[in-house]
T-cell receptor, first 115, second 110 residues
Framework: GAVVSQHPSWVICKSGTSVKIECRSL??????MFWYRQFPKQSLMLMAT?????????EQGVEKDKFLINHASLTLSTLTVTSAHPEDSSFYIC???????????FGPGTRLTVT | LAKTTQPISMDSYEGQEVNITCSHN???????ITWYQQFPSQGPRFIIQ???TKVTNEVASLFIPADRKSSTLSLPRVSLSDTAVYYC???????????FGTGTKLQVIP
């Protein structure tokens, strides 16, 4: 149990376009999901906390108008990178919290390449 | 948020036991300690979690001293497939945000 999926697993887009990444909790309900970004050979950096039915809470330095997060249901959160630029190329990872658990369950990640 | 400190890297030969220590001096009373494993281009994978003393599962053991200011992940008889980055996280309930430290890059040598 406690499986989290992400779609797509990789995506290539042109500079200036937008791309949406989905994060789903497959076998549990997640009132809270997190979005991380990871650059090569670096650790995961928390971008935002997503709570079902409410606005996401962004970490300092993360542009909320550029990284749009929607958590419309208890099993789905989406991250939309708007007007993507090459510097947005990164590995994006989501995680989900299951009620009562002390750990987060991570998705497999999405590789975004902006050309 | 509790800050964690781990060695940046470690090397070990196949078949040896590996111990990775994490320092978390400002751990809060309600915080648990969780270790994750991450392979390149994959999301972190849960290894083990504990609050105090010793926890053991089928893949690892976690040792936590009484003051809980540090913890040690023990991997018995590592194999080449254990080459990965290992992260120690300290936090409360899963819905509370955590901060990833640098992690420890373990290289298993044949």
């Amino acid at each position: 149990g406690a499986v989290v999926s992400q779609h797509p697993s990789w995506v290539i887009c042109k500079s200036g376009t937008s791309v949406k990444i989905e994060c789903r909790s497959l076998d549990f309900q997640a009132t809270t999901m997190f979005w991380y970004r990871q650059f090569p050979k670096q650790s995961l950096m928390l971008m935002a906390t997503s709570n079902e039915g409410s606005k996401a809470t962004y970490e300092q330095g993360v542009e909320k108008d550029k990284f749009l997060i929607n958590h419309a249901s208890l099993t789905l959160s989406t991250l939309t990178v708007t007007s993507a630029h090459p510097e947005d190329s990164s590995f994006y990872i989501c995680s989900a919290a299951r009620q009562g658990a002390y750990e987060q369950y991570f998705g497999p990640g999405t590789r975004l390449t902006v050309t | 948020l509790a800050k964690t400190t781990q060695p940046i890297s470690m090397d070990s030969y196949e078949g040896q036991e590996v111990n990775i220590t994490c320092s978390h001096n400002n751990i809060a009373t309600n915080d648990y300690i969780t270790w994750y494993q991450q392979f390149p281009s994959q999301g972190p994978r849960f290894i083990i979690q504990g609050y105090k003393t010793k926890v053991t599962n089928e893949v690892a053991s976690l040792f936590i001293p009484a003051d809980r200011k540090s913890s040690t992940l023990s991997l018995p008889r590592v194999s080449l497939s254990d080459t990965a980055v290992y992260y120690c996280l300290v936090g409360g309930r899963g819905y509370q945000k955590v901060t990833f430290g640098t992690g420890t890059k373990l290289q298993v040598i044949p």
